[in-house]
């Protein structure tokens, strides 16, 4: 299928939504409630998890509910159309909770956490089927999944900026302007309507390749117990179980840093409100140049190299910056300071983009062999799995994050206002963690990834017998050679 650069761009635009979801979630949330409301950081990972668990229900359902969906807008659109609105409307009571007291804060932060990861779920998991129904080609999978996670980093950008440039802003109250409490609802208002905007784009924009995409062969009655067995389908495959486990695990330490990153980069790099969203931003805008090195990369080293690579290289950059500055070897002033964070997050989330370029483009791989065993066209379900385990290993980085928190009894509230307000023990045990403890889970990472066996020549074999002879006699499912065009 020949798309053009309007259905492209409209397709990437949505990533846009999942940019500023990510990103406001594992930057902000936990120092909101932890740092900025008073929530024990063990109680907001309790609160995480819970919510995690629905989301262990919910992407598999969604993935299996729109792989079987008969409607005039195809089988994702509807869900695309219809979680924009409640997404928006999540987000922005995420973060004001018109509640005050320990239990009450809790209460609100389970429930609006798993609201809010329900309405992504509605839209993320659809979303993401859609690359691997609109083109079966090794390398061009692997180029519109980069475009894609390009425009999520522009939607990581925006939050950042919309955070640090404009609500969070020194005050005369706040040096520290995240700190500051009253910044949170206006700052989630522009955050929910541009989140809002980008789905709805993405949606209305696409609709024309409705009409190309794979159908149902025909409508039946939905029963939630065929999501589990969808779910068990898909677990057989032996190249999807490393390929996830191994993604779940780079993730995971992802997570952590991205919920500890605003402690660090306040407390133990002391930067200013100022300097923040420069390290932040040089870490997205690394993400986009890798994301454009990844197709030639992967041609090199296929696609688990180029996922290896990235993984080793991201945990290189995390233990070696922290020893950097453990072993006191920054010269003594806030511009050292900064151009090394900014080198090492060029490096670094040049190196991330692998990860999550080669992991979906192979995960797309991996549908068109289960296709060619089973004869089932189950994007859905893959990318739901897939969706569920992103989201799962970052929201347990901040379960996670959190309960290191408290078990290194990380002081919070109002009388903590600067890294002269923490005792030098607690921050050197913070950087042990944050550096060289989350470098050391690419081991295991790396370790699984290896075991992925579905690499070129495999791929290229799957695709002659799916457009070839087809499945078990039949004829090859039917792949829309026309131009898409608006």
């Given at each position: 299928m020949r798309l053009s650069v309007p259905v492209k761009v409209a397709y990437w635009t949505g990533q846009v939504a999942e940019g500023l979801f990510s990103s406001t979630l594992s930057v902000f949330l936990l120092f909101y409630y932890n740092q900025v409301l008073g929530l024990s950081g063990s109680l907001c990972g309790v609160a995480l998890a819970i919510a995690l668990c629905f989301d262990a229900v919910s992407d598999p359902l969604m993935g299996s509910v729109s792989d079987g969906w008969t409607s005039r807008l195809g089988r994702r659109h509807p869900f695309m159309y219809a979680s924009a609105l409640p997404l928006g409307i999540a987000v922005v009571a995420l973060f004001n909770p018109p509640v005050t007291g320990t239990l009450a804060l809790f209460a609100w932060l389970l429930v609006a956490a798993i609201v809010t990861r329900c309405s992504m779920t509605l839209y993320h998991v659809p979303h993401l089927a859609i690359a691997a129904e609109v083109t079966r080609d090794f390398d061009e999978r692997t180029s519109l999944v980069a475009y894609r996670y390009m425009f999520g980093a522009f939607g990581q950008l925006l939050a950042y900026g919309v955070g640090f440039g404009i609500y969070f802003k020194s005050t005369e109250a706040y040096k520290n302007g995240q700190l500051n409490p009253d910044a949170y609802f206006p700052f989630t208002i522009v955050v929910g309507l541009l989140m809002a905007a980008a789905i709805l784009i993405s949606a209305f924009g696409t609709r024309s390749l409705i009409p190309h995409l794979p159908q149902p062969a025909r409508a039946e009655r939905y029963r939630i117990a065929r999501a589990w067995t969808d779910l068990g389908a898909a677990l057989a495959?032996?190249?999807f179980r490393w390929l996830v486990v191994g993604f779940i695990t780079v993730l995971l330490a992802a997570g952590v840093a991205g919920s500890l990153a605003l402690y660090v980069q306040t407390f133990f790099?002391?930067?200013?409100?100022?300097?923040?969203?420069?390290?932040l931003g040089t870490g997205v805008v690394a993400t986009i140049v890798g994301f454009s090195v990844s197709t030639p990369l992967s041609r090199r080293f296929d696609?688990?190299?180029a996922l290896i690579i990235g993984a080793l290289t991201w945990g290189a950059v995390q233990c070696v910056l922290i020893g950097i500055g453990m072993l006191g070897l920054v010269p003594a002033s806030t511009?050292?300071?900064l151009a090394l964070l900014m080198v090492g997050g060029l490096i670094q989330g040049a190196g991330g983009a692998?990860?999550?370029v080669a992991s979906a483009s192979m995960l797309a791989d991996v549908a068109d062999q289960h296709e060619l065993e089973t004869g089932k066209r189950q994007e859905g379900v893959f990318f739901g799995a897939f969706s569920f385990s992103q989201k799962a290993a970052q929201g347990a980085g901040v379960v996670v994050?959190?309960?290191l928190l408290d078990l290194i009894h990380w002081p919070t509230g109002t009388g903590v206002r600067t890294a002269a307000d923490i005792p030098v023990e607690t921050l050197t045990t913070l950087a042990a963690i944050y550096g060289p403890g989350l470098a050391l889970l690419m081991v295991p990472a790396v370790w699984c990834v290896k075991r992925y066996a579905l690499g070129r020549d495999a791929h290229a074999k799957i695709r002659a017998a799916l457009n070839g002879?087809?499945?078990a006699g039949k004829p090859a499912p039917t792949a829309a050679i026309a131009s898409v065009d608006d």
């Amino acid at each position: 299928m020949r798309l053009s650069v309007p259905v492209k761009v409209a397709y990437w635009t949505g990533q846009v939504a999942e940019g500023l979801f990510s990103s406001t979630l594992s930057v902000f949330l936990l120092f909101y409630y932890n740092q900025v409301l008073g929530l024990s950081g063990s109680l907001c990972g309790v609160a995480l998890a819970i919510a995690l668990c629905f989301d262990a229900v919910s992407d598999p359902l969604m993935g299996s509910v729109s792989d079987g969906w008969t409607s005039r807008l195809g089988r994702r659109h509807p869900f695309m159309y219809a979680s924009a609105l409640p997404l928006g409307i999540a987000v922005v009571a995420l973060f004001n909770p018109p509640v005050t007291g320990t239990l009450a804060l809790f209460a609100w932060l389970l429930v609006a956490a798993i609201v809010t990861r329900c309405s992504m779920t509605l839209y993320h998991v659809p979303h993401l089927a859609i690359a691997a129904e609109v083109t079966r080609d090794f390398d061009e999978r692997t180029s519109l999944v980069a475009y894609r996670y390009m425009f999520g980093a522009f939607g990581q950008l925006l939050a950042y900026g919309v955070g640090f440039g404009i609500y969070f802003k020194s005050t005369e109250a706040y040096k520290n302007g995240q700190l500051n409490p009253d910044a949170y609802f206006p700052f989630t208002i522009v955050v929910g309507l541009l989140m809002a905007a980008a789905i709805l784009i993405s949606a209305f924009g696409t609709r024309s390749l409705i009409p190309h995409l794979p159908q149902p062969a025909r409508a039946e009655r939905y029963r939630i117990a065929r999501a589990w067995t969808d779910l068990g389908a898909a677990l057989a495959n032996r190249s999807f179980r490393w390929l996830v486990v191994g993604f779940i695990t780079v993730l995971l330490a992802a997570g952590v840093a991205g919920s500890l990153a605003l402690y660090v980069q306040t407390f133990f790099w002391r930067l200013t409100p100022a300097q923040i969203p420069l390290i932040l931003g040089t870490g997205v805008v690394a993400t986009i140049v890798g994301f454009s090195v990844s197709t030639p990369l992967s041609r090199r080293f296929d696609k688990r190299g180029a996922l290896i690579i990235g993984a080793l290289t991201w945990g290189a950059v995390q233990c070696v910056l922290i020893g950097i500055g453990m072993l006191g070897l920054v010269p003594a002033s806030t511009s050292a300071t900064l151009a090394l964070l900014m080198v090492g997050g060029l490096i670094q989330g040049a190196g991330g983009a692998q990860v999550w370029v080669a992991s979906a483009s192979m995960l797309a791989d991996v549908a068109d062999q289960h296709e060619l065993e089973t004869g089932k066209r189950q994007e859905g379900v893959f990318f739901g799995a897939f969706s569920f385990s992103q989201k799962a290993a970052q929201g347990a980085g901040v379960v996670v994050g959190g309960a290191l928190l408290d078990l290194i009894h990380w002081p919070t509230g109002t009388g903590v206002r600067t890294a002269a307000d923490i005792p030098v023990e607690t921050l050197t045990t913070l950087a042990a963690i944050y550096g060289p403890g989350l470098a050391l889970l690419m081991v295991p990472a790396v370790w699984c990834v290896k075991r992925y066996a579905l690499g070129r020549d495999a791929h290229a074999k799957i695709r002659a017998a799916l457009n070839g002879e087809g499945i078990a006699g039949k004829p090859a499912p039917t792949a829309a050679i026309a131009s898409v065009d608006d």
